[in-house]
């Protein structure tokens, strides 16, 4: 099993910036994949973005240029630098880890975006 504990969410005004960190413990062996998807009220869970193993990364075509994401491997532990945040970037927002194949959820944190 492989459990994540995210911190980092909270409230902001649009324009600002957070970041969100998901550390990963437990039996990992071989991560994948560690990044973030995020679902609004009424709506689907989307990527928000991704990184694998070997650096590549996969970005929501709604957080391209606003959103970074980043690892320590040797912590086990994805990072997402979000600045320029607006109203509609309000959502939970969940830590995903891939490991030897299998997907575990953080249990998600709340970004809010309001004046």
């Known amino acids: 099993q492989v459990q994540l504990v995210e911190s980092g969410g909270g409230l902001v005004q649009p324009g600002g910036s957070l970041r969100l960190s998901c550390a990963a413990s437990g039996s990992i062996l071989s991560i994948n994949a560690m990044g973030w998807y995020r679902q609004a009220p009424g709506k689907q869970r989307e990527l928000v973005a991704v990184m694998s193993r070997v650096g590549a990364t996969n970005y929501g075509d709604s957080v391209k240029a606003r959103f970074t994401v980043s690892t320590d491997n040797a912590k086990n532990t994805v990072y997402l630098q979000m600045s320029s945040l607006k109203p509609e970037d309000t959502a939970v927002y969940y830590c995903?880890?891939?490991?030897?194949?299998?997907?575990?959820w953080g249990q998600g944190t709340q970004v809010t975006v309001s004046s």
């Open positions: 995903n880890v891939v490991n030897l194949g299998i997907s575990y």
